[in-house]
């Protein structure tokens, strides 16, 4: 099972959210591969912070500006 998480982190509290989420994911479902679509976040911050810390997880920026 793949999980895809969709994204567009403009204050912290949406950092925070995202970080949760991936947390409960990942307690739950420990070697599942997660992948996050970030949609033209201004605050990528995110990025590392959940790279070092969770396995088996991808981040695609793919810049989407027309994201609502």
Known sequence: ???SIV???IE???KQDLIRCVNS???FHPQNPIVIV???SPDKS???EI???VNNVHIE???NTGYE
């Open 1 to 3: 099972m793949l999980f």
């Open 25 to 27: 994911i990942r307690k």
């Open 46 to 48: 995110y990025m590392d």
């Open 12 to 14: 912290q509290k949406h």
């Open 51 to 53: 790279k070092s810390t």
């Open 7 to 9: 994204c567009k982190c």
């Open 61 to 63: 920026d793919i810049s």
């Open 38 to 40: 970030d949609s033209d």
